[in-house]
């Protein structure tokens, strides 16, 4: 069956900081792969998505994924974290049904 | 803004009672998801319809239902509640339908069963 594991509950960046988040996947096919963030207080944004092509993804708010089949991963990257990232993210994987299989989600919090 | 609705915001009601939460998706979308989110369970698909049809099904219990109307907008139904079914529940739309693509969030309705 396929999943999603993000292996860190929490973390904790300096502002200006580089930041990376892990997602592993668990799936037979090429994967379609998301990253989505919640905002305190609010609904999931999708920030980028992988279906095929250059495994290097740009996202929205500067925000980067790299899609490494060999390590069945999907980071999620910024090089300089801003206090207005502090929020929770999610790695998603869409399963042979089209559902989003969801990860536990990581909460991101800066330190000023 | 996603432009996904969802009423009301936070919802307080006693174990046994049943309530409706409401969501409209943005308009033009089709596709109408609706999710659990708490802090044991995390993120939950719950169902899918597509154009007034049940696509799929995920972890909903038999004491929860849903249905998406002509007009697209759609209604989860809760039932017979326990102190477990406190969650933040959400609804998102996507145009399209069977994939994923991207799914827009509605700001979610807070349950609490006291």
């Known amino acids: 069956a396929q999943s999603v594991t993000q292996p860190d509950i929490h973390i904790t960046v300096s502002e200006g900081a580089s930041l990376e988040l892990r997602c592993n996947y668990s799936?037979?096919?090429?994967?379609?792969l998301f990253w989505y963030v919640q905002s305190p207080g609010q609904g999931l944004q999708l920030l980028l998505k992988?279906?095929?092509?250059d495994t290097l993804v740009q996202g929205i708010k500067g925000f980067e994924a790299e899609f490494k089949r060999s390590q069945s991963s999907f980071n999620l990257r910024k090089p300089s974290v801003h206090w207005s990232d502090a929020a929770e993210y999610f790695c998603a994987v869409e399963d042979s049904n089209y559902q989003l299989i969801w990860g536990a989600g990581t909460k991101l919090i800066i330190k000023p | 803004d996603s432009g996904v609705t969802q009423t009301p915001k936070h919802l307080i009601t006693a174990t046994g009672q049943r309530v409706t939460l409401r969501c409209s998706p943005r308009?033009?979308?089709?596709?109408v998801y609706w999710y659990q989110q708490s802090l044991d369970q995390g993120l939950q698909f719950l169902i899918q319809y597509y154009n007034g049809e049940e696509r799929a099904k995920g972890n909903i219990l038999e004491r929860f239902s849903a249905q998406q109307f002509p007009d697209l907008h759609s209604e989860l139904n809760l039932s017979s509640l326990e102190l477990g079914d406190s969650a933040l529940y959400f609804c998102a739309s996507s145009p399209l339908a069977p994939r994923s693509d991207e799914q827009f969030f509605g700001p979610g309705t807070r349950l609490t069963v006291l």
């Open positions: 992988y279906f095929s092509g």
């Open positions: 799936y037979g096919a090429t994967p379609y």
């Open positions: 308009s033009g979308d089709l596709s």
